[in-house]
């Protein structure tokens, strides 16, 4: 897939459908360690009422995706994933923008994830947005044994 100088405005930034599944799990698998299943995605888009999920397309392919699970008027992000060779060009960035805002339309208030507490380029991305770490979660990352910092954005 061409990356070279690719302009920020042909990303396209869109609800998840089922035609995506395959993309998203090329992005799961090369991003992480113990990546979700085909049938958890399935779930999530066809039966899950709490899900939702946006994903980045660049040239026809998906590069990146968000997800976030609407509990009452809390969001809980569960997956934020770009392509490696498409990181710090703000795909990130938009996705979560996008997301964000139609969540606080649905009235969702807050929002919390989890994030490694060595991966200091994801938590400077979730400070910009505003969220602050308020815990930790000892040995969360099963593959790696790495804690996670409990971060929320009120």
């Known amino acids: 897939m061409e990356y070279d100088n690719i302009n920020i405005d042909d990303v396209i930034i869109r609800h998840i459908n089922m035609q995506d599944i395959d993309g998203i799990l090329n992005v799961e698998n090369r991003c992480f360690g113990i990546p979700w299943s085909r049938e958890s995605f399935e779930y999530e888009i ?29 969001g809980h992000i569960t997956n934020v994933a770009v392509l490696k060779q498409f990181r710090k060009m703000g795909i990130a960035t938009l996705m979560l923008n996008k997301l964000f805002k139609e969540a606080k339309e649905e009235g969702i208030n807050s929002f919390t994830l989890e994030v490694g507490k060595t991966n200091a380029i994801a938590i400077s991305l979730y400070e910009k947005f505003g969220f602050k770490i308020s815990g930790l979660r000892k040995g969360y990352y099963k593959n790696t044994n790495d804690d996670a910092l409990i971060m929320w954005k009120r």
């Open 46 to 74: 066809e039966e899950n009422e709490k899900a939702r999920y946006v994903v980045a397309q660049y040239n026809g392919n998906i590069i990146g995706y968000v997800g976030l699970w609407k509990i009452l008027d809390e």
